[in-house]
């Protein structure tokens, strides 16, 4: 199967449970969802105007919205020939659900990877079951796509992006009726601003839930 990618490259984990961790992103094109702050609008659209070669996506400048088709196979060879040392693989976005990623996930896990995929919980997930699921809940965006209880049910790790309390009034009301007792619940300020980390703060200690900064940002690495 071939999967529509915008970008790979290897970096460090920035955010969520798995901050510090070497990781290699894998971005796939292409997500309905609109969220205002998005900083991947590039990932937006399939154009096929902007398809390229599989090679001229590893490593290179994913922000112009090019992509081509990779399977696995191909992903893994080219992690091989940029010689990689990562094991840990984010699948991201876009929305990266919108894809059937079983034979992906699978495939990574037989090589010896492990899996994280990073999605908006507004599609149905289709992956390994040992696959790591960060769901960054999106709701309300422009798109109309709803939160999907099945999605939160399936996750791992929630990780919420929020400003003001009706973001964590939003969370609140999504998390009714899902029992949370097994995952990691974070609070990310949206754009690092000192109210939203202040508030965030206060709330994942009166919680014990986890803060989630985008330490990436600190660090001015992708």
Known sequence: MNYPVNEVFET?????????????F????????????????????????????????????GTIGRWANHSAQ??????????????????TGGEPCM??????TETLHSQGFATQIETS?????NCADDTWVTVSPKVNMKGGYKVLAQVLNRANEIKHPI?????????????????????????????????????????????NWRLSIQTHKYLNID
């Not at 460090?12 to 290699?24: D, H, L, R, S």
């Not at 659209?45 to 400048?61: G, R, T, Y």
């Not at 894809?99 to 992906?104: F, G, M, P, S, T």
């Open 12 to 24: 460090i984990q920035g955010e969520g449970v798995f901050t510090g961790v070497p990781a290699i």
């Open 163 to 207: 400003a003001t309390e009706n973001h964590i009034a939003e969370l609140d009301e999504l998390l009714q009726g899902i029992d949370i007792s097994a995952k990691t619940i974070c609070l990310q300020p949206i754009s690092q601003k000192p109210r939203a980390t202040e508030l965030a703060m206060k709330v994942c200690i009166a919680r």
């Open 99 to 104: 894809y059937d990623l079983r034979e992906l």
């Open 74 to 91: 191909s992903l893994i060879a080219a992690f091989d020939a940029k010689g990689f040392t990562a094991r840990h693989i984010v699948i």
């Open 26 to 61: 894998v971005r796939l094109q292409g997500c309905p969802v609109g969220c205002a702050w998005c900083d991947t609008k590039q990932t937006w659209d399939v154009l096929e105007a902007n398809k390229v070669s599989p090679e001229q996506v590893i490593s290179v400048d």
């Open 121 to 125: 919980g507004t599609f149905d997930i």
